[in-house]
C-alpha cells in the first residue's frame, strides 16, 4: 500500500480539516517543535462516520430445488445493519428454508430449497445512525439443461410453451450425417 502524505499546516493546538471525505480517514501525524527541545511526534487516527450507501447488489437465477443466494454490499461508519424485504413485507429469521446472513459490510439472504414463490424482487436495506439506502435485488428461475436441450446444440430451433421446451428440428446433425456417410464409403 503507498502512503500518501497530504499536509495541513496550523499554527494552533487544534486542526480543523473542512469539508472531510471519507478518504481522508486514517492515520494523521501531529509534530510539534520549539528552539528548546527535540520535536514531539504524536500520531491520531481519523475516523469519518458516513451513512451506508450499496456498492454490489445483483439478482441471481437458480433452479428450482436448488441452493441460492442474493447478496447485498454496503459501505458505511458505523457499520450498515441490514434487513430484507420482499413485496414490503420484511423477511424474519427463522423463515422455513432462509437464512440471513449478516457481516459488517456484507448481507446474504440464503435460500437452501428454492420454490416457485420464492422467485421475484427482494430489497436489501442497510441502516445506521447517519442514514439508510436500498437496493431491489431479483431472484429469477434458471431453467436447469436437460437431455432433450442438450442435444439441441447450436442452431436448433425449439418452441417455449407454459416454460416447457419442445425439441422442433436439429440443423446441425444433417452435416454430421453427411460427414458420416463420407467417412463410411
Known sequence: M??????????????????????????????????VAAPVVRRVKVTVNYPPYISEAKGTGVPVGQKGTLQCEASAVPSAEFQWYKDDKRLVEGKKGVKVENRPFLSKLIFFNVSEH????????????????????????????????????????????????????????????????LLKF
Do not use: M
Open 118 to 181: 420464492d422467485y421475484g424482487n427482494y430489497t436489501c436495506v442497510a441502516s445506521n445512525k447517519l442514514g439508510h439506502t436500498n437496493a431491489s435485488i431479483t431472484l429469477f428461475e434458471l431453467n436447469e439443461p436437460t437431455s432433450s436441450t442438450l442435444l439441441q446444440g447450436p442452431g436448433a430451433v425449439s418452441e417455449v410453451n407454459n416454460g416447457t421446451s419442445r425439441r422442433a428440428g436439429c440443423i446441425w446433425l444433417l452435416p454430421l450425417l453427411v460427414l458420416h456417410l
Open 2 to 35: 503507498e502512503d500518501r502524505a497530504v499536509g495541513f499546516v496550523s499554527e494552533d493546538e487544534y486542526l480543523e480539516i473542512q469539508g472531510i471525505t471519507r478518504e481522508q480517514s486514517g492515520d494523521y501525524e501531529c509534530s510539534a517543535s520549539n528552539d
